[in-house]
């Protein structure tokens, strides 16, 4: 019992300090710097929507005043059998360059499949109805690929604060940063682990079409140019903008979505966990995808072994009192989730650390259980 639950917490301790301790030291010693210069293939931009027609006006007017040359410009909008009215307003960009495409109900990956089949542009970039890129988002995003060996460049995803939304928002905020900074020193030992949907660019020739419809677009497609030899690579430079989850109950029914397919996405490329052939990727992956995924298996295993063991030792009897301490503060920041109280860290952080692992927990058991995603919904 003892040496499950010392296994247990030095897991835990890996996971969120010794990997990214790990990082930064490996990006210090390797530093695989790689060139960014100013340039400006044609590139296109491709959406993937359901039902955005609250949405997809303002996304594409945000997309249109962009800096980069509009003559080296294409936007696709792929309708994945929308029956509101954004087929209607995408439409009405017609005049302005903008393509839609009418695809049927099959999923998101098979609407990205099909516009990524249109495209003639050198440089696919992908991203959501919802999220907005500054005027150079686009300059910075593609200046990455003036060295040959980047295949595909990740950017940055920065959480907008809102007085009106739930305190989850700010744990959202918070977790970004950290992902930001985490992505920032896999870059640098050679690659990040997987690119973010809401911002990201690939090269059109090395773009493979996913071979199962469950797993998340931008991870799949993403990593695929690591398999082909080429460098994934993140440009906090490159920004986007998208508000976060206005509720609890959104943002734990999107992890749950998004955890789920994940875990297919993770199935579909368990080849590169061959640390033989991908090395400290392999390491990233396993740290990244594999253990943080295991997270709430491992905490609920320290906290029963704690209690356990609480008479035998003051150590274990204090794991035990600090793990119920830390759960009534994510009580507490629940229940003052809506209000001032709510934003303060001490109480906003261990709510959305909760949250996060229990909707990875529920992920877990329906993965196991053999549930699948494919048809896709927004939690807006």
Known sequence: MTGIFWLLLALLIYIYFGYPLLAAIAATVLNRDWRKIEIHPRICIIIAVYNEEKSIGERLENLLATNYPLNHLEIIVASDGSTDNTDSIVSGYESRGVRLLRCERRGKLYALNQAVGLATAEIVCFTDANTHFEATTLTMLVRSFADSKVGAVSGRVIYSSR???????????????????????????????????????????????????????????????????????????????????????????????????????????????????????????????????????????????????????????????????????????????GRAAG????????????????????ALAGFTSGERITAWNTQR
């Open 163 to 337: 007085p009106d939304v739930d305190s989850v928002g700010q744990g959202e905020q918070l977790y970004w940063s950290y992902e930001s900074q985490l992505k920032s020193w896999e870059s640098r030992i050679g690659n990040v682990v997987s690119a973010t949907g809401k911002i990201y660019a690939i090269r059109r020739v090395l773009y493979c079409e996913p071979s199962i419809s469950t797993g998340t677009d931008d991870f799949l497609i993403s990593t695929s140019v690591i398999k082909q030899g080429y460098r994934l690579v993140y440009d906090g430079d490159a920004r986007a903008y998208q508000e976060p989850s206005s509720s609890a109950e959104d943002e734990f029914v999107r992890k749950v979505r998004m955890v789920k397919r994940g875990l297919s996405s993770l199935v579909a490329r368990r080849y590169l966990l061959n640390g033989y052939r991908y090395g400290f990727y392999s390491l990233s992956l396993f740290s990244h995808k594999v253990l943080r995924r295991l997270t709430p298996v491992f905490l609920i295993g320290l906290f029963t072994t704690s209690l356990l063991l609480a008479s035998s030792h003051a150590v274990y009897l204090l794991a035990a009192l600090m793990h119920t301490a830390f759960l009534a503060l994510a009580t507490c920041g629940w229940l003052l989730r």
């Open 343 to 362: 934003r303060f860290r001490v109480l906003y952080i261990p709510y959305f650390f909760c949250l996060s692992n229990a909707a990875i927990l529920v």
